[in-house]
């Protein structure tokens, strides 16, 4: 799913919502927001690196050098300023997700709201 977000393939982002949808059980919704939010998380940090090489970013954002390519192509398509946006929905969703504010809002709706907030 994170890959499919950093290139902004919504296609398949809806595809995988739907999976998560129909098998709740295997995924949380406090767990898919919180693998998310830990992307976005990252992605600012690669915004704010200096020396982008592979070796130092992989080092920095503590993920193996052969993902640095996703976050690249994130870096491309969402702007500092959008990914703090995300970031911002992201929190807004994880509370609405543990019932405040929004008890009778389904997990399935609010992961579609989420994927509105990041594509938009």
């Given at each position: 799913?994170?890959?499919?977000i950093?290139?902004?393939n919504?296609?398949?982002?809806?595809q995988?919502?739907?999976?998560?949808?129909?098998?709740?059980k295997?995924?949380?919704i406090?767990?898919?927001?919180?693998?998310?939010?830990?992307?976005?998380?990252?992605?600012?940090?690669?915004?704010?690196?200096?020396?982008?090489?592979?070796?130092?970013?992989?080092s920095?954002l503590?993920v193996?050098?052969?993902?640095?390519?996703?976050?690249?192509?994130?870096?491309?398509?969402?702007?500092?300023?959008k990914?703090?946006a995300?970031?911002?929905?992201l929190?807004?969703?994880d509370?609405?997700s543990?019932g405040?504010?929004?008890?009778?809002?389904?997990?399935?709706?609010?992961?579609?709201?989420?994927?509105?907030?990041?594509?938009?």
């Amino acid at each position: 799913m994170r890959k499919a977000i950093g290139e902004k393939n919504q296609m398949k982002a809806y595809q995988i919502i739907e999976y998560f949808a129909q098998n709740p059980k295997d995924n949380p919704i406090v767990v898919t927001t919180g693998l998310v939010f830990g992307f976005f998380s990252q992605l600012l940090q690669y915004h704010g690196l200096k020396d982008k090489s592979a070796k130092n970013a992989a080092s920095v954002l503590k993920v193996n050098p052969y993902f640095i390519k996703d976050y690249e192509a994130a870096f491309r398509n969402y702007p500092m300023k959008k990914v703090s946006a995300i970031v911002a929905a992201l929190r807004d969703i994880d509370v609405k997700s543990k019932g405040v504010g929004a008890s009778s809002i389904s997990h399935h709706d609010l992961l579609k709201e989420l994927m509105i907030k990041i594509f938009n």
